[in-house]
């Protein structure tokens, strides 16, 4: 089993930054992937980006250029660093993470953080 807590989210003015961590506790090891998904008010949950173990990274259009996914894993920490926040990126974020012994796209997932944008 893997636990995810995330943390950072919070409210910010359009133009802001905010970072958002999820660390991982557990069979740590079983991890080879990791992503940050989001869900607004009435819509479904979507992908934001996503890392894998060797630090591959995949991100959605809507946030290229201006959200970065990184990982420690000494700290055994992932996270969303975002830039040049917009309304629409106003959501519940979510990590998530795939155990390579179960496979699948994600099998376990963080309580959520919330972003607010202000406009």
């Known amino acids: 089993q893997v636990q995810l807590v995330e943390s950072g989210g919070g409210l910010v003015q359009a133009g802001g930054s905010l970072r958002l961590s999820c660390a991982a506790s557990?069979?740590?090891?079983?991890?080879?992937?990791m992503g940050w998904y989001r869900q607004a008010p009435g819509k479904q949950r979507e992908l934001v980006a996503r890392?894998?173990?060797?630090?591959?990274?995949n991100y959605a259009e809507s946030v290229k250029g201006r959200f970065t996914i990184s990982r420690d894993n000494a700290k055994n920490t992932m996270y969303l660093q975002m830039n040049s926040l917009k309304p629409e990126d106003t959501a519940a974020y979510y990590c998530?993470?795939?155990?390579?012994?179960?496979?699948?796209?994600?099998?376990?997932w963080g309580q959520g953080t919330q972003v607010t944008v202000s406009s």
């Open positions: 557990g069979s740590i090891s079983s991890i080879n992937g």
């Open positions: 890392i894998t173990s060797r630090g591959t990274t």
């Open positions: 998530a993470a795939r155990d390579r012994t179960i496979g699948g796209l994600f099998n376990y």
